[in-house]
């Protein structure tokens, strides 16, 4: 079992930064991508973004490009979520996921973060 657990949610002002982690424990994987996503009340869960653990390669959705950096921390088995510029259409729940290359889906999620920005 692979344990997922987010921190640095909160509320701020639009225009503000937030640093999300994510840390992951429990069992290991050879080839795996780490991926945020975000749900906001009355919408389906969307992708923000994901990086390739091995390569550290990243993509993000076209909504937070520019604004947004995904990175990671090896030795700490730990991912992050840069936000910069933020405008209240980021609110929502955000959740880290493991992607296994072998299984093709993410099927590990963390409980999730809220992320609240007043305008």
């Known amino acids: 079992q692979v344990q997922l657990v987010e921190s640095g949610g909160g509320l701020v002002q639009a225009g503000d930064s937030l640093r999300l982690s994510c840390a992951a424990s429990?069992?290991?994987?050879?080839?795996?991508?780490m991926g945020w996503f975000r749900q906001a009340p009355g919408k389906e869960r969307e992708f923000v973004a994901r990086?390739?653990?091995?390569?550290?390669?990243?993509a993000y959705a076209d909504s937070v490009k520019g604004r947004f950096t995904i990175s990671r921390d090896n030795a700490k088995n730990t991912v992050y979520l840069q936000m910069n510029s933020l405008k209240a259409e980021d609110t929502a729940v955000y959740s880290c996921?493991?992607?296994?290359?072998?299984?093709?889906?993410?099927?590990?999620w963390g409980q999730g973060t809220q992320v609240t920005v007043s305008s």
């Open positions: 429990g069992r290991t994987f050879s080839n795996y991508d």
């Open positions: 990086i390739r653990w091995s390569s550290g390669t990243t």
């Open positions: 996921a493991v992607r296994r290359a072998q299984v093709g889906m993410y099927d590990y």
